[in-house]
């Protein structure tokens, strides 16, 4: 009896690093203008970035469809014990969860479907865990149960580093992107129940650095036995690096080396390059 573990490409995780960890994932597509690209296949990180810089209007980004999903299960549940978890971004953010759910239908219960709650390093926290579920033993009902349960002690923050494309996307006016410019302010946002809210501002780079390690420092605290990630967006991870820095006391004597991945498309087009993410699993009570 095999288990599949499949994702969508919102979890960030690249081709190598899919593999290597015995996950599927299924491509959203991204489109600039009339061209479409299958995200994190015919379209790299950094080729997204450098076309993202080169726009003046952003890019979008589809839905995976039904029958995209099917087709990856028919291959996948060739044995009539196979079975398999689908975990996708928000359902807030994207109709992909629901498209993983009409698929799962035709499946007789051998398909359980998680909406993440989450997106990018959010959602690939879980959907390493799932992994690392399987590869204990656990079933597919049994590892849907315990992420639908442990999602709710993931958090998700990330500081960015420009209102730009925030204001492209319509997510703020041109005037408080325009003042938020002149006063270098640094926003700070976190994905709560599926969607992404605003929950601090800071002047500079320094001050958000300080800013995002305090909120996570003031939280119920790091579980590392449990996977964690960081992320950054754009060409270069500059900024994440100093933030590592700034934010040592977080992970020493914890980790022998932080994992870190590179942001996508899914949230790339919204926050713009620049921008540094945390994601890990909060301590149980």
């Given at each position: 009896m ?10 960030d995780?690249?081709r190598?690093?899919a593999?290597?960890?015995?996950v ?6 991204v489109l ?9 296949q015919?379209?790299?990180h ?6 993202l810089?080169e ?16 087709d ?5 549940l060739?044995?009539e014990d ?17 498209s ?6 035709e ?6 479907v ?17 992994a690392a ?7 597919a009902e ?13 958090r ?8 730009e494309?925030?204001?492209?996307g ?5 005037a408080v ?7 270098s302010i640094?926003?700070v946002?976190?994905?709560?129940d599926g969607e ?23 939280g ?11 992320g ?7 900024l994440?690096r100093?933030?590592v ?5 977080l992970w ?7 994992p870190?991945a590179?942001i996508g ?6 926050v713009?390059?620049g ?7 909060e301590?149980?009570?």
């Amino acid at each position: 009896m095999a288990v599949t573990i499949l994702a969508d490409s919102a979890c960030d995780l690249q081709r190598e690093e899919a593999a290597a960890f015995g996950v599927t994932v299924l491509p959203l597509k991204v489109l600039f203008g009339t061209e479409e690209y299958r995200d994190g296949q015919t379209l790299t990180h950094r080729r997204f970035y450098e076309m993202l810089a080169e726009c003046d209007t952003l890019p979008t980004t589809c839905q995976i469809v039904p029958t995209e999903f099917q087709d990856t299960l028919t291959e996948a549940l060739k044995n009539e014990d196979d079975t398999a978890v689908v975990i996708t971004l928000s359902g807030k953010l994207s109709g992909t969860y629901q498209s993983a759910c009409m698929a799962a239908e035709e499946w007789d219960g051998r398909v359980h479907v998680l909406d993440s709650e989450n997106v990018a390093v959010g959602e690939r926290l879980l959907v390493l865990r799932a992994a690392a579920l399987r590869d204990a033993g656990c079933t597919a009902e049994e590892i849907a149960v315990c992420l639908d349960r442990e999602k709710k002690q993931v958090r998700l923050m990330a500081l960015l580093d420009t209102l730009e494309y925030l204001k492209k996307g319509g997510r703020i006016s041109s005037a408080v992107a325009f003042a938020g410019a002149l006063l270098s302010i640094k926003p700070v946002v976190a994905v709560k129940d599926g969607e992404v809210s605003l929950i601090g501002k800071a002047r500079g780079s320094k001050q958000g650095n300080n800013l995002l390690r305090e909120l996570v420092k003031n939280g119920r605290g790091i579980d590392f036995s449990r996977p964690l990630c960081l992320g950054y967006s754009g060409r270069s991870d500059e900024l994440l690096r100093l933030y590592v820095r700034d934010s040592a006391e977080l992970w020493e004597g914890y980790v022998e080396q932080l994992p870190v991945a590179s942001i996508g498309c899914a949230i790339g087009t919204h926050v713009g390059p620049g921008a540094v993410a945390v994601a890990y699993f909060e301590k149980e009570e």
